[in-house]
């Protein structure tokens, strides 16, 4: 994907988020670090050029809720911050970058429910690559890139990497 295209899929993922909740009311963007937070902020900027008002977006640690933490116990701790109107009986949509096994998804949710009650909760996500490992599900996919085990899917956005751009790697030549 190219900054056009990721550029395209944020404005109607956006499009797609205001449809379901019938305007922003009531709507909480939050990022699951690292790339969710500055897609959030992009999906919130979005949105807000449509509806003319400004949407909550925050960061959702998720570390200690990860369930390998045995395996890769040094992670870096992002702090989590909810926004000032909160959580509880909002429509929060959590954002992230690749939705793969759907664990990171899992431990997301479960850092939610020890910050209060959402009326719902969806999950929009730039790219969709398959191998569910739990039954999740994203409500609002950019793209859906069917990859082997073997490939990797590269996210790199401006606000951290300098440019924009989706790539696929490993896996057998194509």
């Known amino acids: 994907m190219s900054a056009d295209d990721i550029a ?8 797609e988020i205001l449809e379901r909740n019938k305007g922003a009311e009531g709507l909480v963007l939050l990022g699951i670090p690292s790339r969710g937070v500055p897609l959030a902020r992009r999906l919130a900027a979005a949105i807000s050029e449509v509806e003319g008002t400004q949407i ?8 200690l809720h990860r369930d ?6 040094v992670r870096a701790a992002h702090r989590s911050r909810i926004p000032e109107t909160g959580i509880d009986d909002r429509v929060v949509v959590l954002v992230d970058d690749v939705l793969y096994s759907g664990r990171t998804i899992r431990a997301a949710l479960d850092a939610l429910s020890e910050l209060g009650r959402p009326r719902a909760v969806r999950l929009a996500v730039l790219v969709d690559r398959g191998h569910r490992e739990l039954p999740i599900r994203a409500d609002h996919v950019g793209k859906n890139l069917p990859t082997s085990r073997d490939e990797r899917i590269h996210v790199r956005l ?17």
């Open 56 to 63: 909550p977006v925050g960061e959702l640690d998720i570390t």
């Open 8 to 15: 395209r899929a944020l404005r109607r993922i956006g499009h």
């Open 158 to 174: 401006a606000e951290l990497d300098g440019l924009d751009v989706v790539r696929i790697s490993g896996g057998e030549a194509r």
């Open 68 to 73: 390998d933490l045995r395996r890769h116990p």
